[in-house]
């Protein structure tokens, strides 16, 4: 069922288009009916317009007898449009008509004897030159057009030579184009309205199976994936919908791991802690190698404890935007040296041999904070030996390429499945690893290497094991 917030978005997307396509369609008829009609009347207005002129030009009289004989000559032989325009000779004194090409015909009420008294007629004579008049015939109501040019004899105008024809049948047409004009537009309207109607249903649709799939997976159904059925932004939009679907399933999967894993990694040291804590307060053990034997066990439990409730803390602060960095100068070089001397004596008595490659190489000082770099160097050496300690060696180098710090740490053992490296820096990811630790120490150096501006992969080894490789860039 589609929501209400679609239909508004279906029914202005719908108002909006056709009004848009309505206004033009109107502007358009508009404009091409007044073209048309300006095209026609001054068509005919050109042609009324020569008529009067060559009616007037042709004209050879010299007195007001010889022009009525000539005016009744021109329209009993000379003219020949008699079925569609008629010609009027007007008297300029009195503005009647004196002689008219239909007679004593009054059908249309332009006689002889009759008064037109129209603008053209006093135009013509007032300005001496041909005037076109278009409008409403005074006497018949008629909407005409009318043409008049005046007769001049011993430089007077005697009379006025009217070329005058009914727009009725014109009016008629302009009308029948325009009505076509119409239907036109409201074809094209109509086509613009199921083709709107289609495009927006090709979008509010799918975007509406999206967002109920959408909820679905708020409400905890994640991994559901919607199908896709177009190859364009909708088809991007699903994309990311199902990878961020298998993504939040992924991450859920591996928050439960991580539950599951740190409620058992904590119930371990607690369990070992408590045994012998217990145990020593009781009194049943009361030789002095048992009771250190014991308190080492109880130390070396809190402080595996206290290493997790500290990554812990770190990767809380990542996620809440709290972890920062105290940026100072600092000898990398130094940085790892005491990192490794710290780490041999303690790996050698779980015999596996830490080898430093040293170099008589300078190294400038670069801008980090050297207690997160620490924090890296011991988290990487602990899961050498924690991962690789099988083979009992771990070896370290430092090395500079142009302006960065290279950092190898490598050990020996069994190294990371092939399609288990993609994800070993992903927090809480412990893959098929039996070690044990909460699945965060990496994504938590990844996270500080980043912050420096620098990067930190890792992969296996040629010959075995696992490598991890650290850039720093110099001068950051």
């Known amino acids: 069922m589609?929501?209400?917030?679609?239909?508004?978005?279906?029914?202005?997307?719908?108002?909006?288009?056709?009004?848009?396509?309505?206004?033009?369609?109107?502007?358009?008829?508009?404009?091409?009916?007044?073209?048309?009609?300006?095209y026609y009347y001054s068509s005919m207005s050109s042609e009324l317009k020569g008529k009067a002129e060559s009616a007037v030009s042709q004209s050879t009289a010299r007195t007001e007898t010889e022009y009525l004989q000539y005016a009744q000559d021109y329209v009993s032989n000379r003219f020949s449009d008699q079925d569609g325009i008629q010609v009027q000779f007007i008297d300029a004194a009195n503005g009647t008509v004196q002689v008219s090409s239909y007679g004593n015909d009054d059908r249309y009420g332009l006689t002889a004897?009759?008064?037109?008294?129209?603008?053209d007629i006093s135009g013509a004579i007032e300005t001496v030159d041909t005037v076109s008049w278009t409008g409403n015939d005074p006497q018949t109501g008629e909407h005409i057009m009318a043409v008049s040019s005046p007769l001049v004899i011993n430089g007077s105008v005697v009379a006025v030579a009217r070329m005058v024809t009914s727009l009725r049948l014109v009016d008629r047409q302009m009308t029948m184009i325009v009505i076509i004009a119409?239907?036109?537009?409201?074809?094209?309207?109509?086509?613009?309205?199921?083709?709107?109607?289609?495009?927006?249903?090709?979008?509010?649709?799918?975007?509406?199976?999206?967002?109920?799939?959408?909820?679905?997976?708020?409400?905890?159904s994640y991994g559901i994936q919607i199908e896709k059925k177009f190859d364009d932004e909708i088809g991007d939009l699903t994309d990311t919908i199902n990878d961020m679907s298998l993504k939040i399933k992924q991450s859920e999967k591996l928050k439960s791991e991580f539950i599951a894993s740190v409620s058992h990694e904590l119930r371990t040291p607690l369990t070992a802690i408590n045994g012998w804590a217990e145990t020593i307060q009781n009194g049943e053990v009361r030789d002095a190698e048992d009771v250190r034997k014991g308190m080492s066990i109880i130390?070396?439990?809190?402080?595996?404890?206290?290493?997790?409730?500290?990554?812990l803390l770190e990767f809380s602060r990542i996620e809440d935007g709290r972890f920062t960095l105290s940026i100072e100068p600092v000898d990398i070089k130094a940085e790892l040296e005491d990192a490794v001397y710290t780490y041999k004596e303690f790996f050698r008595k779980e015999g596996i041999i830490l080898n430093y490659e040293d170099t008589e190489e300078e190294f400038p000082t670069i801008e980090a904070d050297p207690e997160r770099l620490r924090q890296v160097f011991s988290n990487l050496f602990d899961n050498a030996a924690k991962h690789g300690g099988s083979g009992k060696r771990i070896d370290t180098a430092i090395h500079r390429e142009e302006d960065q710090v290279i950092i190898t740490i490598r050990d020996y053992g069994p190294g990371i499945p092939e399609e288990e490296l993609p994800h070993v820096k992903y927090k809480f990811y412990k893959g098929s690893s039996k070690a044990r630790g909460s699945g965060i120490g990496l994504a938590v150096c990844d996270e500080i290497i980043t912050r420096h501006n620098g990067t930190?992969?890792?992969?296996?080894?040629e010959g075995g094991g696992c490598i991890v490789t650290i850039h720093l860039p110099i001068g950051t």
């Open 2 to 38: 589609k929501s209400n917030k679609f239909k508004g978005i279906r029914k202005r997307w719908m108002v909006n288009s056709i009004s848009v396509v309505l206004l033009i369609v109107l502007l358009a008829v508009t404009a091409f009916s007044v073209a048309l009609a300006g």
């Open 182 to 220: 119409l239907l036109i537009g409201a074809l094209i309207l109509a086509l613009v309205y199921f083709s709107n109607l289609y495009f927006v249903r090709s979008i509010v649709e799918p975007v509406a199976s999206i967002t109920e799939t959408a909820k679905r997976i708020a409400a905890g």
């Open 456 to 461: 930190l992969d890792i992969g296996n080894a």
């Open 299 to 311: 130390v070396s439990e809190a402080r595996r404890l206290t290493n997790m409730v500290e990554e």
């Open 113 to 119: 004897g009759t008064k037109p008294d129209t603008p």
